[in-house]
């Protein structure tokens, strides 16, 4: 087991106790703070450069750049009275030691995607552990296999991939900023979902600091714990430092397509067509439909447009073989569909087309949104009538706000339990929603705005999706659903009106290990899970 770069020699070091009693946070004095954590830290003398507090220069800079949601880049959104950016595995020991001496609750960011925020907001005094220096990446190609810090983005893990292999991969997400470690936390997928299952799917060990400052792997940890932090959300369980990943092997080519349909081309047919294909397609074939509207219609008139978005593991004569026999009204083209290298195809997806590969490494988005997202999961065709009326409430909001994203099923998704982990949407799931209005205006009259509509239209779409529960993605976080006390006194029955969302019947499995490693709920915020003893 390659450990070496992960600091493990801590582990022995820093066994931290808690018989300190609890000192309220004085805002006044965080030199009290800085104290706590250099006495804690093995390497001291960096602290002092690694913690930001609002006299800073570089705090307002270090806590906005990775905000991704222009909702919570506000003046009155709550602020952090400290944000610390570890470098070592013990920094990550001592802040969480003197987060709980102080009363101070803990927000834990990776890359800073989190829909409703909950990585760097809250309610009551918090400080945030931003991961950002913690992201190493080891890749071993001989083992087929990576060790990734959760302060990276998949944007470099693929990168670092493709610096050593043409025929390795990872089945994460398109998003090139999002971070490893939220992204792994909630299950994360991507292009090869259909091929290879999600990316926890793939992650065969992990070095977690837990509530008692311990530094634990997969053997010291026990299989339960592993388990529940392969895909039962981040900030319930502990602080992931570094994940340990199995690439997955990728053709030398691959091949990609995206057509557009408008109602006048025929949308409506073909969007209920790709519904009905999901379980015939190979696991090589991965097809989203992009749904929006625009003025495309005659004379500038209101239509819809559906974007055929597609990844074929293989070369463009055995992906027009694919289409030609299970999708044949598309009418896919050679012309249509371009062969390029798998890493080359991250790019595609991520729209830097063209653009050298360094681009991956970029961890900040060049542009920046307001928006709010929801989630659906589809186990019945839905009737090209109600496939109309959606497109009827899309004309109703504003050109280019909203939009949802299709994406197919089955293959590998379905061939895993959905008890393996808590992630538990697996077989009888013809494709999953995520709905989407995202806008350029600030105000909170256009959020109200925006934010109306996409509720008005989740509640339009509840005949058609899952039901009891009605089924949602923890990745795409939405409060919408329930929300928890967030001084830490939620009960099993207000959680489980969430949770059972997320995760099914997973959720008590996931309130046992919570109350079994973190009973006290030091890691908690609005949707995290409960211990049973509240």
């Not at 994406?407 to 992630?423: D, K, Q, T, V």
Request: proline share 5%; glycine share 8%; aromatic share 12%.
């Amino acid at each position: 087991m390659k450990l070496q770069s992960f600091t493990m020699h801590h582990h022995l070091a820093c066994l931290l106790l808690f018989s300190a009693p609890l000192v309220p946070f004085v805002m006044s004095t965080p030199e009290n703070f800085l104290q706590c954590l250099s006495l804690h830290s093995e390497n001291a003398t960096a602290i002092s450069k690694l913690v930001y507090t609002p006299i800073n220069s570089s705090y307002s800079s270090v806590l906005d750049i990775t905000i991704q949601n222009l909702r919570f880049l506000t003046p009155s959104a709550p602020k952090p009275l400290l944000i610390v950016t570890p470098l070592h595995v013990s920094h990550v020991q001592a802040a969480i030691t003197c987060s709980q001496r102080y009363g101070l609750q803990m927000r834990i960011r990776s890359g800073g995607h989190d829909y409703e925020g909950l990585s760097y907001l809250s309610k009551v005094p918090f400080v945030i552990m931003d991961m950002v220096n913690l992201r190493f990446i080891a890749v071993d190609v001989e083992d087929e296999t990576a060790w990734v810090q959760s302060g990276a983005t998949v944007g470099e893990l693929y990168y670092r991939i493709a610096e050593k292999s043409k025929t390795l991969g990872f089945p994460a997400g398109v998003c090139p900023t999002v971070g490893v470690g939220g992204h792994f936390s909630g299950g994360g997928y991507g292009t090869m979902l259909r091929k290879y299952g999600l990316a926890v799917d793939n992650v065969i060990d992990a070095q977690l600091v837990n509530a008692q400052g311990r530094l634990l792997d997969r053997e010291s940890m026990g299989e339960d714990l592993f388990w529940a932090i392969r895909g039962g959300g981040g900030g319930s369980f502990g602080v992931v430092v570094s994940w340990k990943v199995k690439l997955v092997p990728v053709p030398s080519t691959v091949t990609v397509f995206t057509l557009l349909r408008t109602l006048e081309q025929h949308a409506t047919k073909l969007v209920h067509q790709w519904q009905l294909i999901g379980n015939e397609i190979p696991n090589d074939l991965f097809m989203r439909v992009i749904l929006q509207s625009s003025n495309s219609g005659p004379n500038g008139t209101r239509t819809m447009e559906a974007s055929f978005n597609t990844l074929y593991l293989g070369g463009v004569d055995a992906l027009l073989e694919v289409t030609r026999s299970s999708f044949p009204e598309l009418n896919v083209t050679r012309q249509d569909c371009t062969e390029m290298s798998w890493i080359e195809s991250i790019l595609y997806f991520a729209g830097f087309s063209g653009e050298p590969l360094e681009v991956l490494l970029n961890r900040s988005s060049n542009t920046k949104l307001y928006f709010k997202h929801k989630s659906d999961y589809v186990k019945e065709p839905i009737p090209k009538s109600g496939l109309e009326g959606m497109w009827e409430r899309f004309f109703e909001e504003d050109v280019g706000v909203a939009q949802m994203i299709w994406n197919h099923y089955g293959g590998r998704m379905s061939e895993i339990s959905e008890s393996a982990l808590p992630f538990p949407h697996r077989a009888g799931v013809l494709y999953k929603i995520q709905h989407l209005t995202s806008w350029t205006d600030g105000g909170d009259e256009v959020a109200s705005k925006h934010v109306s509509w996409i509720r008005s239209f989740y509640s339009y779409m509840a005949p058609y999706v899952s039901k009891s529960p009605r089924e949602a993605y923890i990745n795409y976080r939405d409060l919408d659903i329930g929300t928890n006390n967030v001084k830490g006194d939620t009960g099993y029955k207000q959680a489980s009106a969430w949770g059972k969302k997320y995760f099914k019947n997973n959720f008590d499995r996931l309130v046992r290990v919570k109350t079994a490693v973190d009973r006290g709920n030091f890691f908690r915020h609005e949707q995290s899970i409960p211990p049973f003893s509240f």
